[in-house]
């Protein structure tokens, strides 16, 4: 199964998709963080050659275009589950967030790419990471996954 966390800088896709992978087991994530250029290219890259290879891989990007999740769909259709989580969160606190972090992205991008993003339109799953923590989040996402028998 691919589970796919798309969202704004700072909402939070990073630390859920950690626990996420610890609660699964047999689960690989491939980030953003791990590229410097051809981000997407190169993660895309990564997930062929990890499919089939991990009973989970989750993908941690903003994914904040259209066209980056329809080209994770493609990858999987017919050969694996695609899970779409959309971790939505306000700019200010998405703003606020990067600010504590190492490796801040520069608060430019992150305005940029908040601007730009383009919401999913048919998201397995919404969690608005302003109003719940990690924890309730990292419930809420197996819970679906229970009852997708996903899991």
Known sequence: ???????GVG?????????????????????SDSFKRRV???LLLELERGMNKQKYLILDATFYRKVYRDRVRETAMGRD??????????LEVCLERNRRRSGAVPENAV????????????????????????????E????NLRTRRSI
């Open 1 to 7: 199964m691919i589970i796919l966390l798309c969202g």
């Open 11 to 31: 909402a939070g896709k990073s630390i859920l998709a950690q626990r996420l992978s610890e609660r699964l087991g047999d689960a690989r994530v491939l980030s």
């Open 40 to 42: 997407y290219e190169r």
């Open 81 to 90: 589950k695609l899970f779409t989580i959309y971790l939505k969160c306000p």
């Open 111 to 138: 305005r940029i790419i908040h601007r730009l993003f383009e919401e999913p339109e048919n998201p397995d799953l919404v969690v608005n990471t302003a109003e719940v923590g990690v924890d309730e989040a990292l």
């Open 140 to 143: 809420r996402v197996l819970e």
